[in-house]
């Protein structure tokens, strides 16, 4: 998973999407990381999510809605718990994306097929996502 490493990619991307927020005059900016990212990606770890928070904040002073929030509300639960929340909720997962190679379906070779596939497993869900490839031992 190293390898998927961007440097400051979400710093990037939430950014972007706070511009969007501010001039949208949204109240919520979301961000998916979840505690199993913490130990590869610096900038999916909470004191990173509260500087960045703040730093939207300062630099949108004034254009910001009143009660403005950049939330992560999976980054202290698992991939299997997020899983298994959404079986809960109905999410319709075929609909849903993990896969990094893109394409029109999952390869199922890398890291976050990998993944994908495990949490599903752990969770005792059967995962409806089409793969290109079968899982192999190597990773």
């Not at 900038?43 to 939207?56: K, S, V």
């Not at 290109?132 to 031992?137: K, L, Q, S, W």
Request: a negative charge; hydrophobic letters at 40%; charged letters at 20%.
């Amino acid at each position: 998973m190293r390898v998927t490493a961007v440097p400051t990619r979400n710093a990037i991307m939430l950014s972007v999407a706070a511009g969007v927020a501010v001039a949208a005059k949204a109240d919520t900016v979301a961000f998916g990381a979840h505690a199993g990212d913490h130990t590869i990606y610096p900038d999916c770890r909470p004191g990173f999510l509260e500087q960045l928070a703040r730093t939207i904040r300062v630099g949108n002073e004034g254009f910001l809605v009143e009660d403005f929030q950049l939330v992560a509300p999976f980054l202290t639960v698992t991939k299997t718990d997020i899983v298994t929340a959404a079986a809960e909720m109905g999410v319709p997962f075929e609909l849903t994306w993990s896969c990094y190679k893109g394409g029109d379906v999952h390869c199922g070779t890398c890291g976050t097929c990998w993944e994908r596939r495990e949490a599903f497993e752990r969770a005792g869900i059967t995962d409806p996502t089409r793969y290109a490839a079968a899982p192999t031992r190597e990773r």
